[in-house]
């Protein structure tokens, strides 16, 4: 497997709103939370192939609100790769939790959480319905919830 690096990107260089958009839907509901995130970007050697956005919800809770991969490393474990650096992250600064939270319609992503340690905890009814000027499509269906996923970190 390709040679990694993580680098946190400094808080005056370019936010990469074209990594950050393949999970969101708009450039607008990123700005609503990457400003008070620290952003994670990792690099194969040539390019930047994925992004994770870690917010402070406590001092025992981070949250990831944002996490992609480039299509076309997809499918190859970088996600999980990602995980287990926001877990790390998450021991170092002593926070007890990681969250995240995802589409009711993304069936996906919530059996990739799962698979990554992470169960279901909360509901936000009507998140997408609320948060988002349009109606957002999912595998087919409205996106209405959001599922609260959490992780508990062990010593």
Same mark, same amino acid.
Do not use: K, W
């Given at each position: 497997m390709e040679n990694f690096t993580f680098k946190i990107v400094n808080?005056?260089?370019?936010?990469?709103?074209?990594?950050?958009? +393949?999970?969101?839907? /708009?450039?607008?509901?990123?700005? %609503?939370? !990457?400003?008070?995130?620290?952003?994670?970007?990792?690099?194969?050697?040539?390019?930047?192939?994925?992004?994770?956005?870690?917010?402070k919800n406590s001092d025992t809770e981070l949250e990831i609100k944002n996490v992609a991969v480039i299509e076309s490393y997809r499918s190859k474990g970088i996600g999980s790769i990602l995980m287990d650096k926001a877990k790390e992250i998450a021991k170092e600064?002593?926070?007890k939790t +990681?969250?995240?939270? /995802?589409?009711?319609?993304?069936? %996906?992503? !919530?059996?990739f959480y799962e698979k990554n340690g992470f169960i279901k905890n909360g509901i936000l009814k009507n998140?997408?319905?609320?948060?988002?000027?349009?109606?957002?499509?999912?595998?087919?269906?409205?996106?209405?919830?959001?599922?609260i996923l959490s992780h508990h970190l062990t010593e």
């Open positions: 808080p005056d260089s370019e936010i990469p709103y074209h990594l950050l958009l +393949l999970a969101d839907e /708009t450039r607008e509901a990123i700005d %609503q939370y !990457i400003f008070n995130c620290e952003i994670y970007l990792l690099h194969d050697g040539i390019e930047n192939i994925a992004v994770m956005a870690l917010y600064n002593q926070y +990681l969250t995240v939270g /995802t589409s009711d319609t993304g069936f %996906q992503q !919530i059996r998140f997408f319905i609320e948060n988002y000027p349009v109606p957002i499509y999912e595998n087919g269906l409205q996106m209405r919830d959001m599922v």
